[in-house]
């Protein structure tokens, strides 16, 4: 979900962090923060501590950072990333079951896709909150198609970041990678089927395969 269908990464986590850690004069760079995109916050905690000391001012660092990302779930509907609608549309009309595996909570999943009006179009919704492991191991990504009964071959992942894309690429899972902010190492991008920086580009892929193969 968080910057491959909504600009969220942008606009909530990598903004919150970088203003908060600013307030504390502990400022922590947008480099780092970009690269925690898509995995979990305990990682998240443990990269910060190693990188900007363990006396790190943790406590009040989280407390603004989540008073701000609540707010900002509940209040305010964040932009759609390019191509999003079309691709959405395009699978709701040929019966492309979707589904969300995301690494945020569900009570932010929800919100953030009711406040961005695209909440009808996905059948299962995969939390962190429902697996024993985060991101790159491929728990998540597992755990939505055994929702579906389908075979893994069958289902296809669309990522935009580091941690994601080596959970598909560590489940064996095919992979279409959507650029944004987070960082993509040169082996994410080597193993994808396809990237690209616009996800309504990927309907001709979808449209090809459905057409050779038992279908995505």
Known sequence: ???LLIDSERQMYAK????VSRILNRPIDMDFLTAQMG??????EEHLLERYGADYPLEEYWKMYWDRVNDTVYNVSIPLRPG???ILDYCKDKGIKMAIASSSKHYVINSCLKNSGIEEYFDHIVSVEDVKNTK???EIFLKAIEHFNVDK???LIFEDGHNGAQAAINGGLRLIIVEDLAYISEEDRAKAEMVTDDISKTIEYIE?????TTGI
């Not at 919150?16 to 203003?19: I, K, L, V």
């Not at 995995?39 to 998240?44: E, R």
């Not at 090809?208 to 050779?212: G, I, L, M, Y």
């Open 16 to 19: 919150t962090g970088y203003d």
């Open 153 to 155: 071959s069958e289902a």
């Open 84 to 86: 999003v609608k079309k």
């Open 208 to 212: 090809k395969e459905n057409e050779r």
């Open 1 to 3: 979900m968080d910057g």
């Open 136 to 138: 790159p191991d491929p």
């Open 39 to 44: 995995g979990s916050f305990k990682a998240y």
